[in-house]
């Protein structure tokens, strides 16, 4: 096999570069484009990943081996119960039913649990830490409540769509910093015996027509082989190689065959490739067939729609099942439960309606701290000029404008699923009151919320200060003339079951011109559900700061101020790209909407979303993948890049066995990369050090690296950032293996993905 070089996959879109570079003449000798290979038996776990695993499977199969078939298809199946989905229990055996719940951003429908920032939020904090305290605070919630398993976290969708209704559950548009975030959360959630379920396996990128129904199918995501592994695969890769007990697999079709019935990615990918000893559970309805989806490698069925139950016992008893696929899909179940010790001491499900009376096990502890703490974190600041920034013992009088600076008329009303956590509006642009969370089975619960303008009335009053506000206007009344600044808030709203119809919003935008044009210190907030586009104003000469407050949970109001303040010194980094304009997204800018009985979603673009669309079309964005300002002030020094001696051969020794995660040798560190940073400014604050590797025959510049460093006035650090086989690695789609090229690499460290410090070059 020979490769074209560099300038194929930098000039051509993906699928020609594959094609090309893979010695293929046309699109439909590409291996998996649109089609989905059939991968069948289905792999029988049996927890070779580690003597713990070993030991789970052990336990499991000596009761599988105690079971009648239908206290097994029992098992497989969803049953009423307390919470979102519950499995059937075999109490002869001590079998119980298991708990699973949402949200990925903290318990929903419940009282006395916490609102924690979503998905993105977390992401825009770059900060490994905070994932993994974030991971444990939540999972401890889920555990105080008996919740067995907890249906998160988000890699899909990643954020194909910049319009993508679910974008804000997920972390972010780069594969790299999404699988950061996805083995620090996993850890953080399982390190509390509950079982994370990484969601949606895969390619679920946008809402429309994500079910069947009265149209036809749901739309078929079609995707290259390659980009399937290099973009899409990679973040649940870090989830498994993380431990990760469960997956949910995704409601639409994927290369035409749906998700939870796709051999491919289920027995295929996720089983062989990559080794998963847990559990596949089905996203809720998203079982199509009985026979089909239990032979192609789905464990379980959420909630229980008809096809399992009996009709699965008389397909085993009839052969069309195999005993063995059975006795898998249960062993799974159970091998799960052991290995997260669950079945030691686990309590019974606290799950309630609104309408029920019962005993308050209140999990919240000291969470709201945490809470604040990446809220703040995850605040972006992308304009500061004049000095805006922060606010000082000068400001004496601010004025708040803004439907966003209070809390909403009445908090979450409907504790069920399909009203998701805080509220759905359908369709709406905005959410009339602050936002904290988007909507759906993603929102969150909040006990309470501390809204922006809570927030500054607290501080303005401890200081003994002046405060004016306007909560409703379109065109406030000019300012005041003693007035130093005035914040305007805004917001961007979404919400799972549609995807987004703007970017941005004319009333807001209006707010924004109209209170700039009497206020000469016109400081912006926006809290969004995923990417808005600013350009309306952003660069109106009396607005003179603008922060990108994501979507913070509870505790906001406190994280924005303390902020505001400089309390908190920002180094939040956008998580996606910030268009000038919305047409700048071109085809990646909305979901496909099409009326066919059989709707079809070409990835043409292959690797190239997000930053990399950008790169690679040469069009400048308005604030790139990774940006974000601080109060103090960087310097980058001194990059070094050692070989650590690791094989760089091309493939992995075939001759070990693959584990929970993949082959364990894509995840030997071949190359450590340091620099040093400094804080030259006069304010402690972190820095977030990006590190971005031009990989032969790939886009111009892909994040391999993040650290996020606090550094004092005048300090300087060392940061180590580790490349792995996989983080070098392509996937060769003849091979149908990782491989390393040998070739020449481009690497470079900086503040984001377009200012970039240090360069060097290191060779394999
Ligand atoms: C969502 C899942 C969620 C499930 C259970 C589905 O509609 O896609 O993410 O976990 O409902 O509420």
Redesign the pocket.
């Known amino acids: 096999m020979k490769y074209a070089g560099t300038l194929v996959a930098a000039t051509a879109i993906s699928l020609i570069s594959v094609c090309a570079a893979e010695g293929y003449t046309n699109e439909s000798e590409v291996p998996y484009y649109g089609r989905s290979p059939a991968v069948y038996p289905s792999p029988v776990g049996n927890g070779t990943t580690s003597p713990t695993w070993e030991e789970a499977y052990r336990r499991a199969h000596s009761v599988v081996a105690q079971m009648t078939i239908e206290e097994k298809a029992n098992v497989t199946r969803g049953v009423e119960g307390p919470c979102?989905?519950n499995s059937g229990a075999v109490p002869r055996l001590s079998i119980p039913s298991l708990c699973f719940a949402?949200a990925p951003n903290g318990l929903r429908g419940q009282e006395f649990v916490s609102g924690f920032p979503a998905g993105i939020h977390v992401a825009a904090t770059w900060d490994r830490a905070l994932m993994y305290r974030y991971g444990h605070a939540l999972g401890s919630e889920y555990d105080g409540r008996g919740v067995n398993v907890a249906?998160g976290p988000v890699a899909g969708p990643l954020g194909r769509v910049a319009r993508g209704g679910r974008n804000w559950e997920g972390l972010g548009a780069d594969p790299y910093l999404a699988g950061g975030g996805m083995v620090e959360i996993t850890r953080g959630i399982q390190d509390t015996g509950v079982i994370a379920s990484a969601?949606?396996w895969l390619l679920n990128e946008e809402e429309w027509r994500r079910n069947p129904g009265s149209m036809g199918e749901s739309l078929s995501s079609n995707v290259d082989d390659r980009t399937l592994h290099e973009l899409y695969a990679f973040p649940f890769m870090d989830s498994l190689r993380a431990g990760v007990g469960s997956i949910?697999c995704s409601?639409q079709r994927a290369n035409h065959s749906y998700a939870c019935q796709n051999s491919k990615l289920l027995n295929g990918i996720l089983k062989t490739e990559l080794g998963f000893e847990g559990f596949v559970v089905s996203?809720?309805d998203a079982q199509h067939t009985g026979v089909a989806s239990a032979n192609a490698g789905l464990d379980i069925v959420?909630p229980d729609g008809g096809f399992w139950g009996a009709n699965l016992t008389m397909a085993v008893q009839n052969g069309s099942v195999g005993t063995e696929r059975l006795d898998d899909m249960v062993t799974r179940i159970l091998a799960t439960w052991y290995v997260t010790g669950q079945y030691e001491k686990y309590p019974s499900p606290a799950i309630y309606s609104a309408s029920e009376l019962h005993a308050v096990v209140d999990v919240q502890a000291d969470h709201a701290d945490l809470i604040r703490e990446i809220g703040s974190a995850g605040t972006v600041l992308v304009k500061n000029v004049n000095g805006a920034l922060p606010f000082t013992n000068a400001t004496r009088f601010v004025s708040v404008y803004g439907y966003d600076a209070p809390v909403s008329a009445s908090p979450w009303t409907n504790p069920s699923?399909y009203m998701g956590g805080y509220e759905v509006n359908f369709g709406w642009e905005t959410y009339n009151g602050t936002l904290i969370t988007g909507g759906?089975?993603?929102g969150s619960t909040p006990p309470y919320v501390v809204s922006p303008f809570q927030a500054l009335q607290e501080r303005v009053s401890r200081q003994r200060r002046t405060l004016r506000w306007d909560f409703f206007s379109e065109a406030p009344t000019p300012a005041y003339v003693n007035n130093d600044a005035c914040v305007v808030l805004i917001n961007a709203y979404a919400s799972?079951a549609f995807d987004r119809t703007s970017l941005t919003d004319r009333f807001s935008d209006n707010l924004v011109n109209n209170v700039a044009k009497n206020c000469t210190n016109t400081i912006v907030v926006l809290h969004s559900a995923g990417i808005r586009t600013v350009d309306a104003w952003i660069d109106h000469p009396n607005v003179t700061a603008v922060l990108f407050a994501g979507l913070p949970g509870q505790e906001s109001g406190h994280s924005l101020v303390d902020v505001l303040y400089g309390d908190v010194s920002p180094s939040g980094r956008l998580p996606y790209t910030v268009a000038k304009n919305e047409s700048d997204y071109g085809s990646l800018l909305n979901s496909t909407v099409s009326f066919d009985a059989f709707p079809e979603v070409n990835f043409t673009e292959g690797l190239y979303i997000d930053y990399r669309a950008f790169d690679r079309q040469r069009i400048e964005p308005r604030f790139e993948f990774g940006f974000g300002l601080s109060y103090t002030t960087f310097q980058y020094s001194d990059l070094r890049i050692e070989a650590t001696g690791n094989s760089t051969s091309p493939f992995v020794n075939p001759n070990v066995a693959i584990v929970q995660g993949g082959h364990p040798e894509l995840w030997d560190t071949l190359i450590h990369v340091t620099c040093s940073i400094t804080n030259t400014g006069h304010r402690s604050a972190p820095e977030v050090a990006q590190l971005y590797v031009h990989i032969p025959s790939g886009p111009v510049r892909q994040l391999r690296g993040f650290e996020r460093v606090p550094l004092e006035p005048g300090e300087t650090k060392q940061v180590l950032f580790p490349l792995t086989r996989r983080d070098l690695s392509v996937w060769d789609v003849v091979a149908q293996q990782w491989r390393l090229q040998t070739a020449n690499y481009t690497v470079s460290v900086g503040a984001s993905s377009r200012d970039l410090k240090l360069h060097g070059v290191f060779e394999i």
């Open positions: 979102v989905g949402d249906l969601k949606h949910m409601y996203d809720w959420m699923r759906g089975s993603g799972e």
